[in-house]
Protein backbone atom coordinates (compact mmCIF):
# COMPACT_ATOMS: atom_id res chain seq x y z
CA UNK A 1 0.00 0.00 0.00
CA UNK A 2 1.07 3.70 -0.56
CA UNK A 3 2.36 5.25 2.13
CA UNK A 4 0.05 8.47 3.64
CA UNK A 5 1.72 11.65 1.76
CA UNK A 6 5.28 12.97 3.26
CA UNK A 7 6.01 9.63 4.85
CA UNK A 8 7.74 7.80 2.01
CA UNK A 9 10.84 9.81 2.64
CA UNK A 10 11.10 9.25 6.12
CA UNK A 11 10.28 5.26 5.61
CA UNK A 12 13.32 5.17 2.70
CA UNK A 13 15.54 7.38 4.97
CA UNK A 14 14.96 5.90 8.45
CA UNK A 15 14.88 2.50 7.17
CA UNK A 16 11.11 1.60 8.03
CA UNK A 17 8.83 -0.62 6.46
CA UNK A 18 4.85 -0.51 6.76
CA UNK A 19 3.45 -2.77 9.48
CA UNK A 20 -0.14 -2.93 7.91
CA UNK A 21 -0.92 -6.00 10.45
CA UNK A 22 -1.54 -3.50 13.15
CA UNK A 23 -4.72 -2.42 13.96
CA UNK A 24 -3.26 1.46 13.96
CA UNK A 25 -4.90 3.54 11.04
CA UNK A 26 -2.58 4.78 8.45
CA UNK A 27 -3.32 8.75 8.34
CA UNK A 28 -1.17 11.64 7.71
CA UNK A 29 -0.21 11.98 11.59
CA UNK A 30 0.78 8.45 11.95
CA UNK A 31 1.79 4.87 10.32
CA UNK A 32 2.60 1.62 12.03
CA UNK A 33 5.76 0.67 10.94
CA UNK A 34 8.89 -1.98 11.77
CA UNK A 35 12.51 -0.79 12.10
CA UNK A 36 15.22 -2.28 10.51
CA UNK A 37 15.46 -4.59 13.71
CA UNK A 38 12.28 -5.54 13.40
CA UNK A 39 10.75 -3.70 16.13
CA UNK A 40 7.16 -2.24 16.69
CA UNK A 41 7.28 1.45 16.36
CA UNK A 42 5.40 4.60 15.03
CA UNK A 43 5.92 7.05 12.78
CA UNK A 44 4.75 10.38 13.59
CA UNK A 45 4.02 13.73 11.51
CA UNK A 46 3.10 16.98 12.20
CA UNK A 47 4.86 16.88 15.60
CA UNK A 48 4.77 19.79 17.80
CA UNK A 49 8.19 21.29 16.99
CA UNK A 50 9.35 20.93 20.63
CA UNK A 51 7.77 17.59 21.11
CA UNK A 52 11.35 15.66 20.74
CA UNK A 53 12.99 17.70 23.37
CA UNK A 54 10.44 16.91 26.09
CA UNK A 55 10.36 13.09 24.61
CA UNK A 56 14.04 12.57 25.28
CA UNK A 57 14.06 14.21 28.41
CA UNK A 58 11.83 12.48 29.67
CA UNK A 59 13.47 9.05 28.40
CA UNK A 60 10.54 6.40 28.47
CA UNK A 61 9.72 6.94 32.02
CA UNK A 62 5.72 8.08 31.95
CA UNK A 63 6.02 8.48 27.93
CA UNK A 64 6.81 6.36 24.84
CA UNK A 65 10.22 6.59 24.24
CA UNK A 66 11.48 8.32 21.26
CA UNK A 67 13.73 6.35 18.98
CA UNK A 68 14.63 8.59 16.43
CA UNK A 69 13.81 12.51 15.40
CA UNK A 70 13.72 15.21 12.96
CA UNK A 71 12.74 18.06 13.94
CA UNK A 72 13.19 20.41 10.51
CA UNK A 73 10.08 17.91 9.20
CA UNK A 74 7.90 17.67 12.85
CA UNK A 75 8.96 14.22 12.21
CA UNK A 76 9.10 11.52 15.02
CA UNK A 77 9.89 7.46 15.58
CA UNK A 78 8.73 6.17 18.66
CA UNK A 79 7.91 3.24 20.34
CA UNK A 80 4.15 1.33 19.67
CA UNK A 81 1.67 1.51 22.30
CA UNK A 82 -1.92 0.04 22.86
CA UNK A 83 -5.37 1.35 23.11
CA UNK A 84 -6.15 4.87 24.99
CA UNK A 85 -8.27 5.27 27.88
CA UNK A 86 -11.94 5.58 25.74
CA UNK A 87 -13.10 2.39 27.24
CA UNK A 88 -12.51 3.82 31.13
CA UNK A 89 -14.75 5.24 33.19
CA UNK A 90 -13.87 9.13 33.02
CA UNK A 91 -13.17 9.36 36.78
CA UNK A 92 -11.40 6.22 36.70
CA UNK A 93 -9.10 7.03 34.06
CA UNK A 94 -8.88 10.59 35.55
CA UNK A 95 -6.72 8.90 37.97
CA UNK A 96 -4.20 7.66 35.49
CA UNK A 97 -3.96 10.62 33.85
CA UNK A 98 -3.36 12.22 37.56
CA UNK A 99 -0.87 9.46 38.22
CA UNK A 100 1.44 10.25 35.43
CA UNK A 101 1.98 14.17 36.46
CA UNK A 102 4.20 13.08 39.19
CA UNK A 103 5.95 11.00 36.02
CA UNK A 104 5.99 13.59 33.70
CA UNK A 105 6.28 16.95 35.79
CA UNK A 106 10.34 17.13 36.19
CA UNK A 107 12.09 20.02 35.77
CA UNK A 108 12.19 21.12 32.22
CA UNK A 109 15.21 21.89 29.32
CA UNK A 110 16.07 25.52 28.75
CA UNK A 111 15.00 25.27 25.67
CA UNK A 112 11.62 24.93 25.79
CA UNK A 113 9.30 28.16 25.63
CA UNK A 114 7.42 29.44 28.65
CA UNK A 115 3.39 29.41 29.63
CA UNK A 116 4.00 32.87 30.96
CA UNK A 117 5.83 34.13 28.06
CA UNK A 118 2.82 33.12 26.17
CA UNK A 119 0.06 34.07 28.15
CA UNK A 120 1.62 37.93 28.41
CA UNK A 121 1.49 38.07 24.53
CA UNK A 122 -2.48 36.73 24.92
CA UNK A 123 -3.27 39.27 27.44
CA UNK A 124 -1.80 42.01 25.51
CA UNK A 125 -3.36 41.30 23.05
CA UNK A 126 -6.87 40.13 23.99
CA UNK A 127 -7.88 43.31 25.80
CA UNK A 128 -8.48 45.55 22.25
CA UNK A 129 -9.45 42.54 20.69
CA UNK A 130 -13.07 42.97 19.48
CA UNK A 131 -13.37 39.36 17.99
CA UNK A 132 -13.47 38.32 21.69
CA UNK A 133 -16.22 40.35 22.08
CA UNK A 134 -18.66 36.71 22.03
CA UNK A 135 -16.57 35.79 25.50
CA UNK A 136 -18.26 37.20 28.24
CA UNK A 137 -15.99 40.23 29.21
CA UNK A 138 -16.45 39.65 32.82
CA UNK A 139 -13.92 36.04 32.35
CA UNK A 140 -11.46 37.32 30.57
CA UNK A 141 -10.94 39.81 32.72
CA UNK A 142 -10.69 37.66 35.60
CA UNK A 143 -8.73 35.50 33.61
CA UNK A 144 -6.14 37.94 32.15
CA UNK A 145 -5.64 39.03 35.80
CA UNK A 146 -4.87 35.32 37.17
CA UNK A 147 -2.79 35.24 34.69
CA UNK A 148 -0.79 37.89 36.03
CA UNK A 149 -0.85 36.99 39.54
CA UNK A 150 0.18 33.49 38.65
CA UNK A 151 2.94 34.67 36.35
CA UNK A 152 4.49 36.67 39.23
CA UNK A 153 4.36 33.44 40.94
CA UNK A 154 8.10 31.98 40.88
CA UNK A 155 6.45 28.35 41.01
CA UNK A 156 5.09 29.06 37.59
CA UNK A 157 7.96 28.48 35.69
CA UNK A 158 10.38 25.27 36.09
CA UNK A 159 8.34 22.23 35.25
CA UNK A 160 8.44 20.24 31.98
CA UNK A 161 4.52 20.57 30.93
CA UNK A 162 2.76 17.73 28.69
CA UNK A 163 0.04 20.42 28.05
CA UNK A 164 -2.21 18.47 26.31
CA UNK A 165 -2.84 14.79 28.25
CA UNK A 166 -5.76 14.04 27.83
CA UNK A 167 -7.80 10.26 27.37
CA UNK A 168 -6.71 10.09 23.66
CA UNK A 169 -2.99 10.88 24.87
CA UNK A 170 -2.29 7.95 26.72
CA UNK A 171 -1.95 5.04 25.68
CA UNK A 172 -2.01 1.17 27.05
CA UNK A 173 2.08 0.06 27.26
CA UNK A 174 4.43 -3.02 28.00
CA UNK A 175 7.06 -1.12 29.29
CA UNK A 176 4.82 0.88 32.10
CA UNK A 177 0.54 0.68 32.26
CA UNK A 178 0.27 3.83 30.44
CA UNK A 179 2.48 5.94 28.31
CA UNK A 180 1.85 9.82 27.42
CA UNK A 181 1.92 10.32 23.54
CA UNK A 182 1.86 13.82 21.21
CA UNK A 183 3.17 16.41 23.67
CA UNK A 184 3.42 20.13 23.47
CA UNK A 185 5.90 20.97 25.60
CA UNK A 186 6.19 24.57 27.39
CA UNK A 187 8.16 25.30 30.65
CA UNK A 188 5.17 25.90 33.44
CA UNK A 189 3.34 25.20 36.28
CA UNK A 190 2.40 21.91 36.97
CA UNK A 191 -1.02 23.01 37.86
CA UNK A 192 -1.57 24.28 34.29
CA UNK A 193 -1.91 20.40 32.71
CA UNK A 194 -5.56 20.30 34.24
CA UNK A 195 -7.55 21.57 31.50
CA UNK A 196 -7.44 19.08 28.63
CA UNK A 197 -9.09 16.40 30.74
CA UNK A 198 -12.12 18.92 31.72
CA UNK A 199 -12.95 19.90 28.13
CA UNK A 200 -12.69 16.08 26.62
CA UNK A 201 -15.03 13.63 26.17
CA UNK A 202 -17.53 16.25 26.65
CA UNK A 203 -20.53 14.50 25.38
CA UNK A 204 -20.59 12.05 28.13
CA UNK A 205 -21.10 14.85 30.33
CA UNK A 206 -24.98 15.78 28.82
CA UNK A 207 -27.51 16.32 31.80
CA UNK A 208 -24.65 17.15 34.54
CA UNK A 209 -22.46 19.54 32.86
CA UNK A 210 -21.00 20.92 35.90
CA UNK A 211 -21.19 18.17 38.48
CA UNK A 212 -19.38 16.10 35.85
CA UNK A 213 -16.89 18.95 35.27
CA UNK A 214 -16.22 19.22 39.16
CA UNK A 215 -15.96 15.33 39.72
CA UNK A 216 -13.46 15.18 36.87
CA UNK A 217 -11.52 18.15 38.29
CA UNK A 218 -11.72 17.39 42.18
CA UNK A 219 -10.48 13.88 40.59
CA UNK A 220 -7.04 15.01 39.25
CA UNK A 221 -6.46 17.22 42.24
CA UNK A 222 -6.74 14.56 45.02
CA UNK A 223 -4.72 12.00 42.97
CA UNK A 224 -2.13 13.87 41.70
CA UNK A 225 -1.79 16.36 44.76
CA UNK A 226 -2.12 19.59 43.18
CA UNK A 227 -3.14 22.45 45.30
CA UNK A 228 -7.16 23.05 44.62
CA UNK A 229 -7.18 26.97 44.21
CA UNK A 230 -3.83 27.07 42.16
CA UNK A 231 -5.44 24.77 40.02
CA UNK A 232 -8.97 25.73 39.65
CA UNK A 233 -7.02 29.26 38.35
CA UNK A 234 -5.11 27.66 35.96
CA UNK A 235 -8.22 25.90 34.24
CA UNK A 236 -9.93 29.38 34.01
CA UNK A 237 -6.82 30.55 31.97
CA UNK A 238 -6.57 28.26 29.62
CA UNK A 239 -10.30 27.72 28.87
CA UNK A 240 -10.72 31.90 28.51
CA UNK A 241 -7.68 31.59 26.67
CA UNK A 242 -9.18 28.84 24.33
CA UNK A 243 -12.37 30.42 23.59
CA UNK A 244 -10.88 33.65 22.74
CA UNK A 245 -9.14 31.84 20.26
CA UNK A 246 -12.25 30.34 18.87
CA UNK A 247 -13.67 33.35 18.71
CA UNK A 248 -12.25 34.34 15.71
CA UNK A 249 -13.21 30.95 13.74
CA UNK A 250 -17.28 31.22 14.23
CA UNK A 251 -17.81 30.85 10.97
CA UNK A 252 -17.23 27.33 11.81
CA UNK A 253 -19.79 25.89 13.54
CA UNK A 254 -17.87 23.40 15.59
CA UNK A 255 -15.45 26.09 16.50
CA UNK A 256 -18.84 28.09 17.87
CA UNK A 257 -19.21 24.37 19.86
CA UNK A 258 -15.68 24.97 20.96
CA UNK A 259 -16.00 28.01 22.39
CA UNK A 260 -19.62 27.48 24.36
CA UNK A 261 -17.41 24.37 25.49
CA UNK A 262 -14.48 26.46 27.10
CA UNK A 263 -16.85 28.95 28.37
CA UNK A 264 -18.75 26.67 29.96
CA UNK A 265 -15.64 25.25 31.83
CA UNK A 266 -14.56 28.27 32.89
CA UNK A 267 -17.76 28.79 34.90
CA UNK A 268 -18.42 25.34 35.80
CA UNK A 269 -14.95 25.16 38.16
CA UNK A 270 -16.30 28.09 40.52
CA UNK A 271 -18.21 27.87 43.30
Known sequence: MTAPTGFAELLQDWELSRDDNDPLPATDRALAVR???????????????????????????????????????????????????????????????????????????????TVNSELATWCAAVAGEESAATVPRRLIEQATALAADLASDPASTGTLLHTNLHYGNVLAGDREPWLAISPRPRNGDRHYELAPMLWHRWDELAGGVRAGIRGRFATLVEVAGLDEDRARAWVIVRAVHRATRFATRQANPADRDRLTVCVTLAKAVQD
Open 35 to 113: TAEGRAAVLVGDADQNAHLALRHWAGHGAVELLRADPHRHALLVERAGTDLAEHWDLAAAEVVAQLYGRLHVGAPPQLP
